[in-house]
T-cell receptor, first 114, second 111 residues
Framework: DGGITQSPKYLFRKEGQNVTLSCEQN?????MYWYRQDPGQGLRLIYY???????QKGDIAEGYSVSREKKESFPLTVTSAQKNPTAFYLC?????????????FGDGTRLSIL | GEDVEQSLFLSVREGDSSVINCTYT??????LYWYKQEPGAGLQLLTY?????DMKQDQRLTVLLNKKDKHLSLRIADTQTGDSAIYFC???????????FGIGTKLQVIP
């Protein structure tokens, strides 16, 4: 089945540690996105990529990094510089390289601090 | 900047209709979306509407758009317990303008 796969579902980070969240899609979508969801808040855009080997910062990029070496994959690294990383992270993708097309979401990764 | 507002909570009885409301501020909004999120899951696209439309119907779902008042609503007919979830309204001005999401309305369906 076509879709977006995020892994792991749950992730724990120790102080000073970088962790990487995986996002893979087999929908042949050009654009991919990472959002952070906190309780009582809407989704906030961390990074987005409209095409392979290119990505842009969203509204809250500090403390995060991404890469887009393949069309299917858009991993997100939460670095030790992100002081409040506990949140639900959602990956999305859309057809086309602009924001017109509806975004389709994975099932999320919940990140917690040990 | 752009803003999307929704009420936080709605409770309805099973079998009744639910109406979830949303207002937005960006007058250039071109695309408006409704997503559903069940506990511990991602967002599922329910439906979307272009700003040149007033209404869109898809089975039990009806979307109404009042562009003058910048008001969007989602009506769910014959609401079922499986409809219990958080519903997000979102808008985009199109092109390379990002999508702005509301904070979500939690729908509780009482059996």
């Amino acid at each position: 089945d076509g879709g977006i796969t995020q892994s792991p579902k749950y992730l724990f980070r120790k102080e000073g540690q970088n962790v990487t969240l995986s996002c893979e899609q087999n929908l042949n979508h050009d654009a991919m996105y990472w959002y952070r969801q906190d309780p009582g808040q809407g989704l906030r855009l961390i990074y987005y990529s409209q095409i392979v080997n290119d990505f842009q910062k969203g509204d809250i990029a500090e403390g995060y990094s991404v890469s887009r070496e393949k069309k299917e994959s858009f991993p997100l690294t939460v670095t030790s510089a992100q002081k409040n990383p506990t949140a639900f992270y959602l990956c999305a993708s859309s057809m086309g390289s602009n924001f017109n097309q509806p975004q389709h979401f994975g099932d999320g990764t919940r990140l917690s601090i040990l | 900047g752009e803003d999307v507002e929704q009420s936080l909570f709605l409770s309805v009885r099973e079998g009744d209709s639910s109406v979830i409301n949303c207002t937005y501020t960006d007058s250039s909004s071109t695309y408006l979306y409704w997503y559903k999120q069940e506990p511990g899951a991602g967002l599922q696209l329910l439906t979307y509407i272009f700003s040149n439309m007033d209404m869109k119907q898809d089975q039990r779902l009806t979307v109404l758009l009042n562009k003058k008042d910048k008001h969007l609503s989602l009506r769910i007919a014959d609401t079922q317990t499986g409809d219990s979830a958080i519903y997000f309204c979102a808008e985009s001005s199109g092109g390379y303008q990002k999508v702005t999401f509301g904070i979500g309305t939690k729908l509780q369906v009482i059996p």
